[in-house]
């Protein structure tokens, strides 16, 4: 079938709407535009209807000059362009191909809109995951100095509202212990030019002074030149995991210090 989206004929001087109401089975000339291409048919007098035509708009009088060309989508056909006038040699092969240029550009931006609804819902997707995780999923520049992207957990864990990141993007940069400031630069730097993961653990001061640690995942995300263009990663507070470490490490130290003692 095929719906109409856009009919228009002049009617007694005027430009008039002569969609129909609801989907048809595609005329004869259609179904070949959509199997064999560009089609322009010239007519001479008298002129009548052919038992295959679909008549719309001023059925009394049939068209003189035709031209019907396919709007293509990726590598399908998805609607036919038609241009009609009363009048006998309107068009002729050039005209056809401006129309079928036309109709090209018809499709690409068909293409662009689908793909922008494609990127949308994506984008709608990895919010749902992002924002429903106790983890903090982040995406920078490759300059390391703008953050781009940070879920929700990011206030959580930093203990900072996002305003701050939408105010000063390098925000999250202040937070890290001095100590390991340079070093995590330096691994997040060394990340970009690589293809595959790494993780940094490093320690965040908070607002109230408080310590945690934080193991850091990243990855580059490249375009189709093989350039990366962002540095995305996931963050989450490993401070339960390091304290358990190190008292587990001063309790065998303990122990081998009186092991040692008793000799």
Wanted: aromatic fraction near 6%.
């Amino acid at each position: 079938t095929v719906k109409p989206v856009l009919a228009i004929d002049n009617i007694a001087g005027e430009r008039r709407d002569v969609r129909p109401r609801h989907s048809a089975q595609p005329s004869v000339r259609t179904r070949e535009v959509i199997k064999a291409g560009p089609k322009l048919i010239i007519r001479e007098p008298p002129l009548v209807f052919d038992d295959t035509a679909v008549p719309f708009g001023d059925v009394s009088r049939p068209s003189a000059s035709i031209m019907s060309v396919p709007i293509r989508h990726g590598s399908g056909v998805v609607g036919v362009l038609s241009i009609e006038s009363y009048q006998s040699e309107a068009y002729d092969e050039m005209s056809l191909k401006d129309l079928e240029s036309l109709a090209d550009l018809c499709g690409q931006a068909l293409n662009r809109v689908r793909a922008e609804q494609s990127l949308y819902e994506s984008e709608q997707r990895f919010r749902q995951i992002a924002e429903n995780i106790d983890d903090v999923i982040w995406i920078m520049d490759t300059s390391l100095e703008k953050l781009l992207y940070v879920s929700p957990a990011y206030k959580t864990i930093w203990e900072k509202p996002l305003e701050t990141i939408n105010s000063d993007p390098t925000a999250y940069l202040h937070a890290i212990h001095p100590e390991d400031r340079e070093r995590v630069a330096q691994v997040m730097a060394e990340r970009i030019a690589k293809t595959d993961y790494s993780s940094v653990e490093y320690r965040i001061v908070r607002p109230n002074g408080s310590i945690r640690w934080i193991r850091s995942r990243s990855f580059p995300i490249r375009g189709s030149d093989g350039k990366a263009y962002r540095l995305a990663g996931i963050a989450e507070d490993v401070t339960e995991r390091k304290t358990s470490e190190t008292a587990l490490h001063d309790f065998s130290d303990r122990k081998s210090t009186r092991l040692n003692s008793s000799h």
